[in-house]
């Protein structure tokens, strides 16, 4: 009963014009460990996905092929943590907790490290190390924030610091330690001479702000009214025109104008419309894409939730991993093209959402609805308006293998596929009649 009632939760979406539609899968990729960060290129034609194993891959979209793989082991750089690309994609901007170093995007070759500045006579904390990392869009600058003081005896690192360098000499730029917060967050805008910084406040109850400075003078343009205590991430659209943060604490997402330096909207979880933010992608038809916790059936899952922001149009598209660490992503938006690219644990997953999108724009398109979601013995799909029409279908494990491939004859808006035959586990079913291309995450208990 917990399950069918978990599934009608998901189709309201409490309050909101919502559809149950899921992507369309691309494809999966296996990387060794656990992925730390992936990134784009700007042409969309290759990934690159960093792992905890100090390795990134650079996969080739078209061909769901690992073309390089480059090593940090030579470069005193381990526990990698997280990466940036720069715009024109010739270099990666590599961090572990206290190392930080550039390297040739093409090659993988090592090209520089940059040293972090250190404060004599500090108290030692439990140190996070490098928080973000971030390449300025004219590869002048690169920076982070330290969010923990590291003991380097006997001198410790500076708790919530922006550090900036000079990209090409290594000299540093800016070292910048606010006097009421503690950085948390930081970014370059991709297109534009400045720089966001987002804080934790050791009041719980304050409002912490968001500081939009000016590259190269440093000097403050403008502070944006965060969010409760701590900021938990900031992202840029691709064009640099609006910005997006989330807090820790009060799961309130805000969209920023960054031109014209005001809110251009607040989405709140007044209504339960987000919970548990991870993370956060722009798309195109003024679309967001939020990845966040959700607890289904007592198992931690994570859900991507596309929000069309002026008709506040909600669709979900949820999965249930059977080990669940979190969900980060990137996305692509080129030539009506919209890619979503996530990890969880070692598995990468390219999505397409341009139907799922144009599904935003029909609020009277019935859902198609996959149940019980996790199942033992049987799937039952739904297709409402949709009879005696063949349908094939093919699912893929968690690991990208093809485990089944059949076809069936859709009777009566409905179809029943057995999958006794499958051992425990995480699933891909993809969906392809005439008219139809769906794909369901589904799991085997």
Known sequence: MKKYF???VLLIAFYLPSHAELADTIWTHQVPGEITSVKFSLDGKYIYAGSNQNIIAKIEVATNQTIKTYTTENTHLQNFRSMDLSKDGKFLLVASDTVLILMDAETGEYI???????????NSYESKGIASVSLSYNNKYCGVVL????????????????ICWELETGKLALNMVEGTFLASYFSFSPTENNFVVGYVSPNQNNKVPINLFEVGSWKLLKQFEGHTFS?????FSKDGNYLASWGDRDDIVKIWDVKNKALKQNINNDKHLIYGVQDIGFLSNNSIIISAENLINSKLSFEFILLNLDKQNKSTISFIPEEYTRAILDVYTANNKNNLLTANLGILTLLNLDKTLDVQTDNNQPPIVLFPNPTT??????????????????????SGNEVMKRSITIQNNTMNINVSS????????????????????FIIQ
């Not at 969010?147 to 922006?162: A, D, E, N, R």
């Not at 900021?231 to 992202?235: E, T």
């Not at 013995?377 to 409402?384: A, F, H, Q």
């Open 6 to 8: 978990v599934l009608i």
């Open 112 to 122: 520089r490290n940059y040293e972090l500045p250190v404060n004599q006579g500090q």
């Open 147 to 162: 969010t923990g003081v590291h003991q380097l005896t006997p001198k410790f690192l500076p708790l919530g610091s922006v």
């Open 231 to 235: 900021m938990k991430g900031l992202k």
């Open 377 to 398: 013995k049987e799937l039952i799909i739904t297709l409402p308006e949709v009879n005696n029409i063949l349908v094939n279908y093919r699912i893929i494990n968690s």
């Open 422 to 441: 499958l051992v425990r586990g995480s699933y891909i079913l993809n969906l392809n009649t005439n008219n139809i291309i769906k794909s369901f995450n």
